[in-house]
């Protein structure tokens, strides 16, 4: 059995206060639900005051981003290690924001891969197409590009623990979801790909689904064989919504 999961995603939100607030609400109101893994991605700056509210409870801390070096002379960069110290288990890489604004590429998407894994921390890989090229037919091969410069370069153990996510970029923060029908197209066609590179293990690699998911279309996705949760931006600022779409399977 797949593991299901749901992980929220702040982006560059909240005070650190409010961080806190937000994690003790949500550690509460998941009391009821069961058989899902619960992950919050906070800003660098939240990961350690988080990490105490988290404490032993049964939400897990991830972060967005990691540096593609070990340490050093890389101002304002964290390193992996500072994340696993920090109390965080997961780090989210190669979101399309960090792609499109920070100049990531796939080469740097390597060394970030190897640094998670040298420091215990759980990828969570982000991939995914542009509007311009969905609409051309292309989304396939971008995927399966993405995915075949980075992830199929891992030993099948380190792949044997790496999360993706499939998150179309014309869905993000646009209010704009993929169809249910659209998602399990393409994460059955994530799941083949990485089957054709690592065998069955590829049947046990999680796949979420990211982009203006929400309470109202969550359950929709996650009905979806090969839809095993989500990556949430927006709507994981509230604990409502985010324990709504974490009862959604
Ligand atoms: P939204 O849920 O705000 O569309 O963001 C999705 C996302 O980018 C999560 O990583």
């Known amino acids: 059995m797949r593991k299901k999961i749901v992980a929220g995603n702040w982006k560059m939100n909240t005070s650190i206060s409010k961080g806190e607030q937000l994690v003790v609400e949500i550690v509460e109101k998941s009391k009821g639900i069961n058989g899902v893994l619960l992950i919050v991605a906070p800003p660098f700056t939240h990961l350690t005051k988080v990490a105490d509210k988290l404490g032993n409870t049964r939400v897990a801390l991830s972060a967005q981003n990691c540096a593609a070096e070990t340490s050093g ?4 960069e964290v390193a992996a290690s500072m994340i696993a110290d920090a109390g965080a288990k997961y780090c989210i890489l190669g979101h399309s924001e960090r792609r499109e604004y920070y100049g990531e590429t ?3 998407l390597n060394k970030k891969l190897a640094q998670c894994f040298a420091n215990n921390l759980i990828p969570i890989f982000c991939v ?4 311009a090229e969905r609409e051309s037919n292309h989304h396939f091969e971008v995927v399966k590009a993405q995915l075949s410069n980075t992830v199929f370069n891992l030993s099948e153990d380190d792949f044997g623990k790496v999360i993706i996510a499939y998150e179309p970029v014309w869905a993000i923060g646009t209010g704009k979801t993929a169809t249910p029908d659209q998602a399990q197209e393409i994460h059955a066609f994530i799941r083949k790909t990485l089957a054709e590179k690592f065998g069955a293990k590829a ?7 990211g982009g203006s998911c929400n309470p109202a ?3 929709s996705l996650f009905a979806n064989e090969d839809v095993d949760g989500g990556l949430i931006g927006g709507a994981s600022l509230k604990a409502d919504d985010f324990i709504t ?3 959604s399977f």
């Open 217 to 219: 279309n969550a359950k």
């Open 73 to 76: 002379a890389y101002t304002g």
């Open 128 to 131: 995914g197409e542009k509007l």
């Open 203 to 209: 049947s046990d690699t999680p796949i979420l689904y």
């Open 245 to 247: 779409i974490a009862a």
């Open 106 to 108: 796939d080469e740097t």
